[in-house]
């Protein structure tokens, strides 16, 4: 072999190596509470948070458009002011997506048999594959993860006693509007076959699978051991939860995003449940197992201290924080997941 076509071969397999690895995908889940307009520069805190971590797409809940101003398109603006250049279109929903790859079309998926239940989606193209995004904030009443821990769902007043009858609690759970919005979601993602499907949002409900036998003794659960119904929906039809798939172990990592500390607020308007651990993973990014996609790290965004008993508390788990930039916009924790897009 002379040295050329050494030289050639080198070249030839540096160049497969470099394109055969494909990309990262980072995709950001956040409630911005009702636009960050709860907490003072809590918009401008939004485009900083954005701009500091830099995702590929972004998941909002919470959006308002109030007194008629588009929240994508100020944001969008904002972001660019910051040097970051994003897509995204507005929308009537209470949620938004933004994408630094350009969507293709962007609609709503109703419930079906409920119209007025929708989810919004967006479809963008990166490297060739086609990837269907989903931003979802879910029905907030029913919140029947309250019942055990002494609360109504419903009223948010103490009750008499906590409610331990786990068919009880699921009951009640099934009365939220939040099941019929999930099952729209996967009728439509049966429509996706082949294509990458992420699916985002503040749920207002726990996963089961953080309500198990090892759980049921911690943060107030008090023995309970309960099937939410969106989460169990997903993964018996093939979703991952990213956060838990990367920790499987909610003892270790639990991953609270509710409530969440702002040291800007007062704690008063943080807690709903004042007199309980009233702490949830209610924020999630799901995803369909593909070929080319493999979720390489998932973390909470957000201050590493939550509300407690109505008392701002330090975490103690081994959760994986991102600390704010500075003012942090929001009541909830946000959630950062970063795949492999081969």
Known sequence: MNKHTLTFLILFFATCTLYGKGRDLSVLQMNIWQEGTMV??????IADEVAELNPDIVLFSEVRNY??????????QALKERGKDYYGKNS??????????QIAEQYEVAAPGNDAVRILKAKIEIDGHQIAVYSAHLDYTHYACYLPRGYSGVTWKKLDAPVLDASEIEKANNESLRDEAIVGFIEDAQKEKGNIIILGGDFNEPSHLDWQENTKDLWDHNGTIVRWDCSVMLIQNGFKDAFREKYP???THPGFTFPSDNPGIDVSKLAWAPDADERDRIDFIYYMPHKKLKLKDAAVVGPSKSIIRGQRAEENSKDKFILPKGVWPTDHKAVLATFHLK
């Not at 003072?40 to 805190?45: H, L, M, R, S, W």
């Not at 007194?67 to 969008?76: M, T, Y």
């Open 92 to 101: 009537k929903l209470d949620v938004g997506i933004l994408s630094k790859y």
């Open 249 to 251: 172990n909610p003892v």
């Open 40 to 45: 003072k520069g809590g918009f401008e805190a």
């Open 67 to 76: 007194e008629g101003k588009q929240f994508i398109s100020r944001i969008l």
